[in-house]
């Protein structure tokens, strides 16, 4: 019996040495540290008992030990009805002659002396509360850092995610659907993205972070100009198709400073590391202005914008451009105006001006450029074709022959314009 007494003396003191180990590695303040291994010593004694109402538990975690003390009211021989609460006058003599009926007796014991069940129930609970402490501090670290830019490695890479972990080991998710297009990452290299997200579902913390959020944009920028830093310069809206597109509104506070040519630099040096970040996504920054019809008028750049018509109630605006315009406004893919309602908050609908000197059903050519290569398109301008009709209205030889094209190509041309024009 002297043999187990001694294990689990030893086994308790392990108990209080895991826990010191644990502050110092997770940064636990004193007061939450013996709080909590004073709370877990005393659910133990409660699980006994019934009551730790009667205990008083002390623990130093810096020396790795505490005391129990087990608080009894001394009552007549004979009379001892709850040996837990009460203790007889010939017993509390034992431990000092001097003691009267109705005094307390203040007893030390070891927690030991509870059995070999209290101390496998006391690692229980120590190791659920450290995980619920883990999990606490994790999520109290970072749920106000959402916005923030860090720094990690790569743990592990998956197809659907990254595992990624800082400087202190915490680990961030990386999910594929944050990844900028042309993403690839291998185990050791380091990577920038910002908190995104902070989730403490069901108590088990996880950290979201992300490359494609516009806060990562607007971080990078802020790290690479100065006059963002200082106040000078703030950045308004932030737009992104994530490695395609980007348009940033940016306003100045110093008449002095032009915004945007201080967010692009000299000859682009700004923004070039950025680029570069984010695979060549290309970055437009504008000047922000309040009013909305401008800034419409500016996020469709480089279109120029003849007229825009508003509806505030339904956030919608139709704008008015010349032929050769349209193309441009709307980009590539469509890329161009749906920034720029993402920038402005407004569904925009582009519409051709009409040209008097146009046929009301004819079309310019520039509106064919996701179909027809713009090398064919300036070919044909170059030979005075400006409009589908003009095109269409030509012998196939003679056009062939003037632009110097493939008739393959003039065939194409002549399918893509006539199929406009059935529809």
């Known amino acids: 019996m002297a043999t187990t007494k001694k294990n689990n003396t030893l086994s308790s003191v392990d108990l209080?040495?895991?826990?010191?180990?644990?502050?110092?590695?997770?940064?636990?303040?004193?007061?939450?540290?013996?709080?909590?291994l004073e709370e877990c010593f005393r659910s133990v004694i409660a699980k006994i008992h019934?009551?730790?109402?009667?205990?008083?538990?002390?623990?130093?975690?810096?020396?790795?030990?505490?005391?129990?003390?087990?608080?009894?009211?001394?009552?007549?021989?004979?009379?001892?009805?709850?040996?837990?609460?009460?203790?007889?006058?010939?017993?509390?003599?034992?431990?000092?002659?001097?003691?009267?009926?109705?005094?307390?007796?203040?007893?030390r014991v070891e927690f030991a002396d509870f059995g070999r069940?209290?101390?496998?129930?006391?690692?229980q609970t120590l190791a659920s509360r450290i995980l619920e402490l883990e999990h606490d501090t994790l999520y109290n670290k970072f749920k106000d850092r959402v916005g923030e830019v860090i720094h990690g490695e790569v743990y592990q890479s998956w197809k659907r995610e990254t595992l990624v972990t800082d400087d202190e080991g915490n680990e961030m998710i990386l999910p594929k659907t944050e990844q900028v297009p042309g993403d690839f990452f291998r185990k050791?290299?380091?990577?920038?993205?910002?908190?995104?997200?902070?989730?403490?579902?069901?108590?088990n913390p996880k950290i979201f972070i992300s490359r494609t959020d516009p806060m990562f944009l607007q971080r990078m920028m802020e790290a690479e100009v100065p006059e963002i830093h200082d106040g000078l310069i703030a950045i308004r809206k932030v737009a992104r198709i994530p490695g395609e597109r980007a348009?940033?509104?940016?306003?100045?506070?110093?008449e002095r400073i032009d915004p945007v040519g201080a967010c692009v630099g000299v000859k682009g040096n700004r923004v070039h590391g950025i680029v570069r970040e984010l695979h060549g996504e290309n970055i437009d920054v504008l000047p922000w202005t309040s009013n909305t019809q401008l800034?419409?008028?500016?996020?469709?750049?480089?279109?120029?914008?003849?007229?825009?018509?508003?509806?505030?109630?339904?956030?919608?605006?139709?704008?008015?451009l010349d032929s050769d315009q349209i193309s441009l406004a709307i980009g590539k893919g469509?890329?161009?105006?749906?920034?720029?309602?993402?920038?402005?908050?407004?569904?925009?609908?582009?519409y051709r001006e009409i040209?008097?000197?146009?046929?009301?059903?004819?079309?310019s050519l520039d509106q064919f450029s996701d179909d027809i290569e713009d090398w064919i398109i300036d070919i044909l301008k170059k030979q005075g074709y400006t409009t589908a009709r003009q095109v269409l209205g030509t012998n196939r030889e003679e056009l062939a022959q003037q632009a110097d094209l493939e008739e393959e190509t003039i065939d194409e041309i002549i399918r893509v314009l006539s199929a406009e024009f059935e529809k």
């Open 355 to 363: 040209d008097e000197e146009m046929d009301d059903d004819d079309i």
């Open 295 to 320: 800034m419409i008028t500016r996020a469709l750049g480089p279109a120029r914008v003849n007229s825009v018509n508003m509806n505030e109630e339904e956030k919608k605006a139709e704008v008015l």
């Open 247 to 254: 348009k940033v509104a940016v306003e100045s506070f110093d």
């Open 50 to 107: 019934g009551t730790d109402e009667n205990y008083d538990v002390i623990v130093n975690p810096d020396k790795g030990d505490l005391e129990i003390y087990h608080n009894r009211v001394v009552v007549a021989d004979g009379e001892v009805q709850n040996p837990n609460m009460e203790i007889s006058l010939s017993e509390a003599r034992q431990i000092d002659e001097d003691y009267e009926e109705g005094e307390e007796v203040s007893q």
């Open 188 to 203: 050791g290299e380091t990577l920038r993205a910002v908190i995104s997200k902070v989730d403490n579902s069901n108590g």
């Open 16 to 36: 209080i040495e895991s826990f010191a180990d644990f502050k110092e590695t997770k940064n636990i303040d004193r007061a939450t540290l013996v709080g909590v």
């Open 117 to 123: 069940r209290a101390i496998l129930t006391l690692r």
């Open 334 to 350: 469509g890329a161009n105006i749906k920034l720029a309602s993402m920038l402005t908050g407004y569904t925009i609908d582009v």
